[in-house]
Every structure is written in C-alpha cells, then in structure tokens.
C-alpha cells in the first residue's frame, strides 16, 4: 500500500503491524553517463517492486528525494541537505506515523552518504519509541553476495555510477543512459591499498576522473535486471522476517 494514495480512514483501520517502508535516496551528480536522480530512480523501482509484491504488508511512504550529498557539490546540480537538517527529514515523518501507533519501520537507502543519516535518525527514534521495531538498510545490502556473483569487474560491491548502478539504470530507465559517455573511473585517485581501511571523507570532484567510480562498461541491461530480481526477493524476505518478528511490551 502507498500512504499518498489512500484516504485518512483506510489508514486509520490498518492493522499496526504493517511495516512502514521509508525510501530515501538523493539528488546528485553520477559521473558523465547517468543522470542526477539516479539513486532515487533505482530506490523508487526497487520499493515500486516490493510494494507490488507484498500489498497488504506495506505501507510505503513516498521517496525522499533530498540526501546527503555535501560530498559531491563540486559538479553543478548537485543538491544536499546538511546532516541536521537531513538527520530530521528521516526521523519527522516516521515519528508521525510511531506516534499513530504503527510499531514496524524499515528505511530501504538508495545512497551511500545518506547511512550516517538514517543511522542517526533510528538511534534517536528508538529514545522515544522503545517498544517499536526500527530498522533500516540500504537495498543492495538485502543481496550483497548475490550482487557480488553477478558484478564481473573488479569491484563486487556497489561504488558511484559504477556497474551497478549503471546496469540498473540500463533495465529500468535505459532512455537516461548516455551510452556514448559511458567511461571506466576505476579507484578512487590518491587512495593506496594501504589507506583502504581508514575512514576518509570523500571529495567525489577531487578523488574520482568524472565524478564515478568502477566499470561502468560491464553494465548490461539483462544483468541490471539479474540485479532487481535477486534484491527484491531478498528485500521481501527482509519485510516477512520483520512482520513475525516478537514486538516489545516495555
């Protein structure tokens, strides 16, 4: 079920135990070949899906577009919210909705900056919402080694405009592909084997050749579409698990 498609009434009557799905993805520059909406586009398709599968076990709100994304302002376009601000535009409306009673939450994330976000947000919410059961993910995380047996480049994890993402965009969105510009980024520059476990902010303009990562020119629409299938399944598994799951009585 889509919250913004039903009337106040058919929400009042839910049973609470439905799990409310939070997508929230971004709004930025992914390289020279795929368009700024990418992140939401891929998220949007993958909870469309779920949604489609589940019915009556969701209550999905809309995207959340505006992430965290301070990181990739050096291309123009970009646009970002700063972490207060992004941290309370996840929490506000799950809030509204714990307050209503719904007890089960899953934030599904489309972009890796917006982790530190949500992870915050849940910490906060769960302070004021002891007995509910809060969760959350970004969607590749439900299939990380399904997806990693597909990827035939050197990364078998998701980057930034990289096989990944640019096989999804060729299965749901190909029209947006800009197949002529499609362009390997490899490492992140200046970042040695011996730096690789060391947290460091990223400067997306500075530390990549056009703002993306990885190898792009593996990307395939039938492989995008391997992708979609084997995360949406994971996904609806994920739901299922969380709908059984004991509910605390504090």
């Known amino acids: 079920m889509k919250l913004a498609e039903l009337t106040w009434p058919e929400v009042e009557k839910l049973n609470r135990d439905v ?8 709004l930025e520059q992914h390289s020279r070949h795929l368009p700024f909406f990418t992140d939401s586009i891929l998220c949007d398709a993958v909870v469309n899906r779920l949604e489609a599968a589940l019915k009556d076990g969701v209550l999905v709100l809309p995207l959340q577009w505006l992430g965290a994304s301070e990181h990739h302002l ?38 890796g900056g917006n982790t530190d976000g949500f992870h915050l947000a849940l910490r906060q919410l769960a302070v004021e919402f002891p007995s509910a059961l809060l969760s959350g993910a970004s969607y590749w995380d439900f299939a990380s080694k399904e997806i990693a047996s597909l990827l035939e480049g050197r990364y078998k994890h998701v980057g930034h405009a990289c096989e990944f993402e640019t096989a999804m965009m060729l299965h ?9 510009e499609i362009a390997d980024g490899g490492d992140l520059l200046n970042v040695n ?39 949406v399944m994971k996904a609806v598994e994920v739901i299922k698990a969380l709908r059984s799951a004991a509910i605390s009585s504090q």
């Open 172 to 180: 749901v969105r190909p029209e947006l592909v800009r197949k002529t």
């Open 193 to 231: 084997d011996a730096l690789l476990g060391i947290y460091m902010p990223l400067d997306m303009k500075r530390q990549t050749r056009q703002g993306g990562t990885g190898y792009p020119s593996l990307a395939t629409a039938e492989k995008g579409k391997r992708l979609m299938e084997v995360i």
């Open 74 to 111: 050096g291309m123009a376009g970009t646009l970002t919210a700063v972490a207060e601000t992004h941290m309370k535009i996840i929490a506000e409306p799950l809030r509204c909705l714990l307050k209503a009673g719904f007890q089960r939450v899953l934030i599904i994330n489309g972009h």
């Open 19 to 26: 799990v409310v799905v939070y997508p929230i993805a971004a």
